[in-house]
């Protein structure tokens, strides 16, 4: 069964700072692997999508890689905002059409 | 822009009580979802349909039903409301594009408490 993890589950950092947040996930047999914002109260909202053949997208200053074979993706996020606080969550879509969520990532850019 | 609605923000229900959660879609996606999110445990999906009249368990169908009679709608049922599924259930819509194309669109959210 798939199991997806996020590292770390908290992160807090000045504004302007460039971060990495992490997923890793135990079946590479996936289709696409998907980040997500998800803010306080309120549905997700999706970020990028990497389908299983690519090694990155990007989205403005975002940056998804993914790396089945080592089981992990990253999302980049350059210049950081106060605006980016969020929980940031990755989603590994395999078989079925589910999709199975990590935890998230609580970030908080401080001013 | 895709939309997904759920009709409730916030609803509190006693024990026992049968309770209707409903979500539509307006991009006549055919797949939709539900699914619940607690703390430390994250997003767990509970059922989803790929199509009208079909459904499929999740990996926690238990204490729940779904109906799906129109393409657009897909309600979550709760026959006995049981104070464990105190939760925010969140309803997510697709295009079926084959196995894993298609990005899953998500409504607001519904933060059901049961008494």
């Known amino acids: 069964k798939q199991e997806v993890t996020q590292i770390p589950a908290a992160l807090s950092v000045p504004e302007g700072e460039n971060l990495v947040l992490n997923c890793s996930f135990t079946d590479s047999a996936i289709y696409n692997l998907q980040w997500f914002r998800q803010d306080p109260g309120k549905g997700l909202t999706s970020l990028l999508l990497?389908?299983?053949?690519?090694r990155e997208q990007t989205s403005g200053r975002l940056n998804a890689s993914l790396d089945k074979s080592s089981g992990r993706s990253t999302l980049y996020i350059a210049a950081s905002q106060p605006g980016d606080s969020a929980t940031y969550l990755c989603?590994?879509?395999?078989?079925?059409?589910?999709?199975?969520f990590g935890s998230g990532t609580q970030l908080t850019v401080l001013p | 822009d895709v939309k997904v609605t759920q009709s409730s923000r916030y609803l509190v229900k006693r024990t026992g009580e049968k309770v209707f959660l409903e979500c539509v879609q307006d991009?006549?996606?055919?797949?939709m979802f539900w699914y619940r999110q607690d703390p430390g445990l994250g997003l767990r999906l509970i059922y989803f349909?790929?199509?009208?009249?079909?459904?499929e368990k999740g990996d926690i169908p238990e204490g729940y039903s779904v109906s799906r009679e129109k393409k657009e709608r897909f309600s979550l049922i709760l026959e006995s409301a049981s104070t464990n599924q105190t939760s925010m259930y969140l309803c997510a819509s697709s295009l079926p594009g084959g196995l894993g194309a298609d990005t899953q669109y998500f409504g607001p959210g519904t933060r059901l408490t049961v008494l």
């Open positions: 989603a590994a879509h395999g078989s079925a059409r589910q999709l199975t």
């Open positions: 349909s790929y199509d009208v009249k079909m459904k």
């Open positions: 991009m006549d996606h055919e797949n």
């Open positions: 990497i389908q299983s053949s690519q």
